[in-house]
């Protein structure tokens, strides 16, 4: 079985190189999965919906002869605009200041944080949709945003898009705090901002795996197959994806009236979560059909063991799952966290168990791996990603005896 996974890995982390909703890589790891896991008896249905893939190759930004080192916004139209530059660091000056078809730099209190897309359901604080609002009211000709790290909110990469959001209509780049620092300085100067980013409105889809015949009491096992742009997105989040595969070879002979269902998210990186979206209005009113969700996102990072984070397990539940773990090698039981789609079955009210690394777990505030190039195969290790996989199947044999 590790050998098949590091084929699996090879696959979606090489061959494809990127898996961006709406991208031809996102298709292709979505045929990939459909491929193997039809293969084991599974029935797969595809819901295909509107998705928006991106692509810039050149954004500059200049005052005169001197350039700045900016990048542009992903999912941000294009522009090229010669304007005045005019700066907020916070919400009172972003209030006060005329910033109608100028270049506005934000800095300071207004670039802690990525701001929520505008659309995005599932955690939006109202800070975050209060300053879209402004922004969008006051018009500015293009935002340029200077930023630190947030790993919990943004990933490993620095400086991280303020904005990342194709419902969002102002072009807009980002750039580090430091040339954040340098261009203050040119604060009522006129510079000039080109980019040639680009929208391609594409298709995705959105594909649920199932097996077993009653409806009405259901286990479901996620992680999300879309990555974000630039990075091959090893254990966020090619893991689980395999992790999914690999049950469905373990589950081939399953034939248990419990339905299982094997859910290849497509839209935990995305500003639209399109596939999230789809699957919640699909089982819209019967989330009480659920017995438990377990959901893969981190897992298999090569250093430490692995970790099940329970959430409201009812009390057999957990005997039956601390049982199975402590009879596994290298797993222990994790701490709460919320930062994946475990977190939208818990919403509606689901038992949960997420499934992650340790190190990633430990680092989630800090780690600079995640949504950057250096999430790629080489720090995978498949051993870890076989005996999660077992794990599993032990744990819903033993639990709900299938």
């Known amino acids: 079985?590790?050998?098949?996974?590091?084929?699996?890995?090879?696959?979606?982390?090489?061959?494809?190189?990127?898996?961006?909703?709406?991208?031809?890589?996102?298709?292709?790891?979505?045929?990939?999965?459909?491929?193997?896991?039809?293969?084991?008896?599974?029935?797969?249905?595809?819901?295909?919906?509107?998705?928006?893939?991106?692509?810039?190759?050149?954004?500059?930004?200049?005052?005169?002869?001197?350039?700045?080192?900016?990048?542009?916004?992903?999912?941000?139209?294009?522009?090229s605009i010669e304007a005045e530059i005019v700066s907020a660091g916070n919400r009172n000056e972003l209030e006060m200041i005329n910033t109608a078809g100028k270049l506005l730099l934000l800095h300071g209190e207004l670039t802690r944080e990525q701001l929520m897309p505008k659309n995005f359901v599932f955690y939006n604080p109202d800070e975050h949709q209060q300053i879209i609002a402004l922004l969008e009211e006051k018009k500015p000709g293009a935002i340029l945003a200077a930023t630190s790290r947030n790993a919990a909110l943004a990933g490993g990469v620095y400086p991280f898009p303020l904005i990342e959001d194709g419902d969002f209509n102002i072009p807009s780049v980002y750039l580090t705090e430091e040339e954040g620092r340098k261009l203050l300085q040119k604060s009522g100067q006129i510079g000039k901002l080109e980019s040639d980013a680009r929208r391609i409105m594409n298709e995705g889809s959105n594909l649920v795996a199932r097996k077993g015949e009653d409806r009405t009491r259901r286990i479901a096992i996620s992680a999300h197959i879309d990555a974000k742009i630039d990075t091959p997105g090893a254990i966020d989040n090619a893991t689980g994806v395999i992790v999914l595969m690999l049950l469905a070879e373990k589950l081939q002979a399953y034939q248990s009236d419990v339905m299982i269902e094997l859910l290849p998210f497509n839209g935990e990186d995305y500003y639209a979560a399109s596939g999230q979206m789809i699957y919640l209005e699909e089982n819209r009113d019967r989330f009480d059909e659920f017995l438990i969700n377990i959901n893969i996102d981190?897992?298999?990072?090569?250093?430490?063991?692995?970790?099940?984070?329970?959430?409201?397990?009812?009390?057999?539940?957990?005997?039956?799952?601390?049982?199975?773990?402590?009879?596994?090698?290298?797993?222990?039981?994790?701490?709460?966290?919320?930062?994946?789609?475990?977190?939208?079955?818990?919403?509606?009210?689901?038992?949960?168990?997420?499934?992650?690394?340790?190190?990633?777990?430990?680092?989630?505030?800090?780690?600079?791996?995640?949504?950057?190039?250096?999430?790629?195969?080489?720090?995978?290790?498949?051993?870890?990603?076989?005996?999660?996989?077992?794990?599993?199947?032990?744990?819903?044999?033993?639990?709900?005896?299938?």
Not at 12 to 38: H, T, Y
């Open 1 to 79: 079985m590790k050998m098949i996974c590091e084929e699996y890995l090879d696959k979606l982390c090489q061959e494809i190189p990127q898996r961006p909703v709406g991208s031809k890589g996102n298709q292709e790891a979505n045929d990939f999965f459909n491929e193997i896991v039809s293969t084991y008896g599974w029935n797969i249905e595809s819901t295909l919906f509107e998705a928006m893939d991106w692509t810039a190759e050149k954004t500059n930004l200049r005052f005169g002869s001197e350039e700045f080192k900016i990048y542009p916004s992903p999912y941000s139209i294009g522009c």
């Open 298 to 402: 981190g897992a298999g990072y090569h250093q430490g063991p692995s970790v099940f984070s329970p959430f409201n397990l009812p009390n057999e539940i957990y005997l039956g799952l601390t049982k199975v773990l402590n009879s596994a090698e290298d797993i222990l039981e994790g701490d709460p966290w919320y930062q994946g789609d475990h977190s939208i079955f818990l919403q509606q009210g689901v038992p949960a168990i997420a499934v992650t690394s340790k190190w990633f777990l430990d680092n989630i505030d800090t780690q600079e791996i995640t949504h950057t190039p250096r999430d790629h195969a080489g720090i995978v290790n498949c051993d870890k990603l076989v005996d999660i996989t077992q794990c599993i199947f032990d744990f819903i044999q033993d639990v709900y005896q299938i």
